[in-house]
């Protein structure tokens, strides 16, 4: 025992056999299970750390606005689907309010229920997808099959009214396509009591996790300022600890009316990110039952023809309703002239969409702010320095949708 | 709160801002003299009474035909403050370039890309020039209305396809 004391301690690398390493650059993508969507990274690599990182993007452009730029206003829905393909309603709700910002609309009370309704159980179904998808690719196989079951549940629910599980197409320019078929809010009610189990059960899997904390606490940390500068918004920012959401800070539609709270998180960390994800699940949940409750029967659109389309039964029975009918088709909504800047908050952050209208039937210009824009942006700065392995879950929280990212 | 950010901006650079007016639903909207928007920035964001801390959106718009023919648009916000403020800035054809906003904001990076690669608009002084979608060796800008519709201009030579029921591939392999 003695003769442990007197030796002096070693240094701990002092028995480690030398590994010298090299430099190495490492294409990951732009087809890798990893990176979802199609963005390339080129890592400069020192052994498991990330010296550089640089990312290359495009392959998924369609050219979104050159497209929009041709098409009639009410045509434009469904290339807003393809943005954010995991939560197309909150797509078309901020393309609509856009369009109806410059044209002075309010639309009635129950659509502004519905489109939150829709909303918001799209923003489960994006949250879902990510805690999905993270524990997926952390190893945890059945954290995905649990969020895939409440997903597609939600998304049976909406495919109930607008008859698709993706590209939903369901918001128009003053209302919404259609309403609810008889007995969905009771279906809604239970699907939301079976996707919160599926939600418990995923907390229990993942949350006091040891191996998922170790793979998120720390990794992929940005600071609050860092954070604001880089234009962060939704979820990322949150976790940064700055309270910022679009539905508190300017309310549009009915979220004043509703009660609901704002996680925040403190670290800026990739397990804050998905705690702000897993609180907000229980928030929007919230939101869609006392909106169930209020909601009440009522029109979907305005009925102002040179807007919407009027009832079939007067384009054929009536030459007002033909005439309307025609032109909404042939030349589209004229939206006065002018630009507006309209935001909403979507699931990972302001969903922007800045218009200008010449006074015809067609955009002049779309310009979409996608929220994971800025987060794939800092990407590079939020890794280097860490480990390859910490790329995964950071590409992961960020949720970075190709779709609306490459336009 | 609408037209206090533009009002001050006006009072305290009068020369640097040509106009302001209160946009479609209230907007806070500024136009801004091109030589003079990093400056306009940095004022934006480091005034106590405005703070200006996030551009969440940057975009260029082409009025073709119209003098000057572009304008980059800022979208700001404040994240202490919760307002908000457009700037408008003019862009001649001629010279289609102004000073770069990253050393203000640090997510203006990908924006201004953005307007380099489909407007064809430079930015001074921007630490990473890239195109941001499109591939080096692209020619032209995308999004300029002069950008014909059917541009097509494939890195791999694109094959043509007979029979489009069977698709490419040697003939009678099937």
Redesign the interface.
């Known amino acids: 025992m003695a003769n442990d004391t007197d030796t002096q301690p070693e240094a701990p690398d002092a028995l480690e056999a030398p590994f010298p390493t090299k430099r190495m650059h490492l294409n990951l993508g732009p087809s890798h299970p990893a990176m979802h969507g199609t963005v390339r990274a080129v890592v400069d690599l020192d052994g498991e750390d990330i010296h550089a990182m640089k990312l290359d993007?495009?392959f998924l452009?369609r050219?979104f606005?050159?497209s929009c730029e041709?098409v009639t206003w009410n045509q434009v829905f469904p290339y807003t689907d393809r943005l954010n393909y995991v939560s197309s309603i909150m797509n078309n709700v901020g393309y609509a309010l856009a369009v109806e910002?410059?044209c002075?609309l309010d639309v009635p009370d129950r659509a502004k229920y519905l489109r939150v309704v829709t909303s918001e159980m799209h923003r489960m179904s994006d949250h879902f997808t990510l805690v999905g998808a993270m524990g997926l690719e952390l190893g945890a196989m059945t954290v995905l099959i649990y969020a895939m079951e409440a997903r597609d549940l939600l998304w049976d629910r909406l495919t109930e009214i607008c008859g698709a599980r993706l590209t939903s197409n369901y918001a128009r320019i003053g209302g919404v396509a259609r309403d609810v078929p008889p007995e969905w809010e009771a279906k809604v009610l239970k699907t939301l009591d079976r996707s919160a189990e599926l939600r418990e059960e995923i907390d229990k899997l993942l949350t006091r996790n040891r191996i998922v904390i170790d793979r998120l606490q720390g990794t992929g940390v940005l600071s609050r300022a860092?954070a604001?500068?880089?234009?962060?918004?939704g979820p990322c920012l949150r976790a940064t600890g700055?309270p910022?959401d679009v539905r508190k800070?300017?309310p549009y539609l009915v979220y004043d009316r509703v009660e609901f709270d704002v996680p925040v998180g403190s670290n800026g960390d990739n397990f804050d990110r998905y705690l702000m994800r897993m609180e907000e699940l229980k928030q929007s949940d919230r939101i869609v039952r006392q909106c169930l409750r209020q909601m009440e029967p009522g029109e979907i659109a305005v009925a102002d023809y040179r807007y919407v389309l009027p009832p079939k039964p007067e384009v054929y029975g009536s030459i007002e309703g033909a005439m309307a009918h025609f032109k909404l088709i042939m030349e589209g909504v004229k939206v006065p002239a002018?630009?507006?800047?309209?935001?909403i908050e979507a699931a990972n952050g302001?969903l922007?969409f800045?218009v200008?209208s010449d006074g015809g039937g067609r955009p002049?210009?779309l310009?979409v702010?996608a929220p994971g824009?800025?987060m794939l942006?800092?990407l590079p700065e939020m890794l280097e320095g860490q480990l390859l392995a910490d790329l995964i879950p950071t590409f992961d929280t960020i949720n970075m949708i190709g779709g609306e990212v490459?336009? | 709160m609408s037209q206090a950010a533009a009002e001050r901006l006006k009072e305290r650079l009068p020369d640097a801002v040509a106009d302001s007016y209160e946009?479609?639903?209230g907007?806070d909207v500024a136009i801004v003299k091109k030589e003079r928007i990093e400056e306009v920035c940095r004022f934006l964001r480091d005034d106590p009474e405005l703070l200006f801390?996030?551009?969440?959106?940057i975009?260029a718009?082409?009025y073709q035909g119209e003098e000057p023919r572009f304008e980059v648009?800022y979208?700001l916000y404040s994240?202490k403050k919760?307002h908000r403020l457009?700037l408008r800035v003019p862009v001649p054809e001629s010279d289609p370039a102004l000073r770069t906003v990253t050393t203000v904001?640090?997510?203006a990076?990908?924006?201004e890309r953005y307007c380099w690669d489909?407007y064809g608009i430079r930015f001074e002084g921007h630490p990473d020039p890239r195109?941001?979608?499109?591939?080096e060796g692209f020619v032209g800008h995308?999004?300029r209305k002069d950008?014909s519709?059917r541009g097509r201009q494939p890195l791999v030579p694109e094959r043509q396809v007979d029979e489009p029921f069977r698709g490419p591939g040697p003939a009678r392999r099937d």
């Open positions: 993007i495009g452009h050219g606005e050159k041709t910002k410059l002075k860092e604001i500068g880089y234009g962060f918004t700055e910022y800070a300017a002018g630009e507006a800047y309209s935001y302001e922007g800045y200008v002049y210009k310009g702010r824009w800025n942006m800092a490459e336009q | 946009g479609v639903g907007d801390d996030m551009a969440p959106y975009t718009v082409d648009v979208q994240t919760n457009r904001w640090k997510g990076n990908w924006y489909m195109r941001l979608y499109m591939y995308p999004l950008y519709l």
